[in-house]
């Protein structure tokens, strides 16, 4: 599976994704999303709080002809979320104060109603980089942000999961969308016992070949009882329907035939 | 928390880790052991099983200049497994039959009870870059790789986890060791309840200031029944136990009192 013309990539923030205190479900949440929407997210960089690790990161991406980069990470109140001024400082933009941004920060207090002061770690958190577009965050405070940087989308959500995915749903997935046209895709998988993945592999080497468009992949499960365990991946993209659900058999027949053929059980799983 | 001297950064290798059918908990896994050594990894890249994306990712690390580049995924017998081939193209080395691997995956075999043919996929698998040393596979076929380019050390290890952790142990974990040299190190966890994040940061900005080499991060865990909570994350080093104590209770006690300040309550978590 490879995108044509579009190239996206994540880039999460957070020291505490590096220590492996926290593990990251978010990237995997948001390669989950594009890939159902047709794509794929093409690079992951985990980066820590720091100004260097944010600018460097983003310069790499620009200099892989990104479409879309997304942030996640460091938007709050706190000393070490530093994304946006990092990022600003990065491309030479202002940070400045941006007042729908603001507007949707003592909203939030609001909807909780509470009465806050607007204290400079508030107002901190609707502090964007020139030229940016406030994102609505329905769940937490600090709104997401949208900027435009040669040609390139970048995308800045916060690292709260409930946050990032609302933002996500409502104002990541169009952009998405636009990128993927009107890819059909379908994803199966087929549990393999009996067979090692190395008498498996110069089968797939071939059906690989004569599907250069699917993507096709064995996972190793171990032993069970003393039998060799497998599952073989298949994730695979076409114009129309049709034509996928004839590939589709296509390559579920053959797999099966030739497991049999070695001795060994193939189910396919329905999802 | 920073590394002197040291950079080490984690290129996991794997499809299903960008579609997000697989949570990068290998990254999270690695992270925390290193982090348990003292040191603390740099960066994560997550890459396609693809030559030209291994191979950027490989050289933008050594652009970097990391000390320690740990590859993770890639090294079995299937057709998409390609990071060693990938690794050897990029730096202009040969892919080179090892003996000493190739007697590894005999080896494998026979102690499960097994004669196989050695097939050219399971010949692939002691196919190293030229100059590597194997490293020892207790809990699978493929054995890692160590090789040494230009004063940085590169080890690569398989995808499946129990083989990753077992390779990391016996052969990874002696490397960070020598880097890390006797820093002691503890971490701890405040649960605070009653206070916003954003009440809590200009607090937290100066005791970053007062304990720069101290790491202190706020993680906000939403509202249980109205209530605001918050997870404070200490994780200290110092060149001995005694003065890695003061550090820590100090720090507690100036966090339990500004809560309690502040109206709120502070239960320090015991590990």
């Known amino acids: 599976m490879k995108n044509e013309n579009a190239r996206i990539e994540l880039i999460t923030v957070g020291h505490e994704l590096l220590t492996g205190s926290t593990v990251n479900t978010n990237a995997s949440w948001i390669g989950r999303n594009i890939a159902r929407l047709g794509l794929i997210l093409n690079r992951v960089s985990v980066v ?24 996640v990470g460091g938007l709050g109140p706190t000393h070490d979320d530093i994304t946006l001024e990092s990022i ?22 609001r909807s909780k109603g509470l009465k806050v002061r607007m204290t400079a770690e ?26 435009e940087l040669e040609g390139c989308i970048i995308l800045c959500l916060p690292g709260v999961p409930r946050e990032m995915k609302s933002i996500f749903r409502e104002s990541v997935k169009g952009e998405i969308v636009k990128m993927a046209g009107r890819v059909q895709r379908v994803r199966r998988l087929i549990t393999i016992s009996g067979i090692f993945e190395s008498t498996l592999a110069p089968f797939l080497k071939e059906l690989q070949k004569s599907y250069p468009n699917a993507y096709i992949k064995s996972h190793p499960k171990g032993f069970e009882e003393g039998v060799s365990k497998l599952v073989l991946e298949l994730d695979i993209r076409a114009l129309n329907r049709s034509s996928l659900r004839n590939i589709l058999e296509e390559i579920e027949g053959k797999v099966v ?5 070695k001795g060994g059980k193939a189910e396919v799983l329905k999802q």
Do not use: H, Q
Request: hydrophobic fraction near 35%.
């Open 122 to 147: 508030r107002i901190k958190m609707a502090m964007l980089p020139e030229g940016s577009v406030p994102l609505r965050n329905n769940k937490g405070t600090a709104p997401g942000v949208k900027l």
């Open 257 to 261: 035939s030739y497991v049999k053929l």
């Open 48 to 71: 820590d709080d720091s100004s260097e690790e944010i600018c460097s990161s983003l310069k790499e991406s620009l200099s892989r002809n990104s479409s879309l980069i997304i942030f």
């Open 88 to 109: 600003s400082k990065c491309i030479g933009r202002k940070l400045v104060l941006n007042r729908e941004a603001m507007e949707m920060v003592r909203e939030y207090y």
